[in-house]
């Protein structure tokens, strides 16, 4: 299994940013996929969840409403659109399935 996530970088507050993550090794379309995301000093946390046909997602508190998880079944991809940025999601973002986690991104909210 491997789960690969390019896309994280340094954004100003306000900006947008769309993380991705490609996954191989496993059928894709049978397995929900979720995003985490860990803070300096903070623990894990869940920021997004999405079924496995992609009908039902779920958000952590403090992204409803500015993130926006999806999935392309045939490209075997998740995606993660993060809008309105705030400096308090600086964090390393991490894709996640099946007990395998990808190896995380780095995304920082700074002007």
């Known amino acids: 299994v491997q789960l690969v996530e390019p896309g994280g970088g340094l954004v100003q507050p306000g900006g947008s940013l769309r993380l991705s993550c490609a996954a191989s090794?496993?059928?894709?379309?049978?397995?929900?996929m979720n995003w985490y995301r860990q803070a300096p000093g903070k623990e894990r946390e869940l920021v997004a969840h999405?079924?496995?046909?992609?009908?039902?997602?779920n958000y952590g508190d403090s992204v409803k409403g500015r993130f926006t998880i999806s999935r392309d079944n045939s490209k075997s991809t998740v995606y993660l659109q993060m809008n309105n940025l705030k400096p308090q999601d600086t964090a390393v973002y991490y894709c996640?399935?099946?007990?395998?986690w990808g190896q995380g991104t780095q995304v920082t909210v700074s002007s």
């Open positions: 999405i079924s496995s046909a992609g009908g039902s997602t």
């Open positions: 090794g496993f059928t894709f379309s049978m397995y929900a």
């Open positions: 996640y399935a099946t007990e395998y």
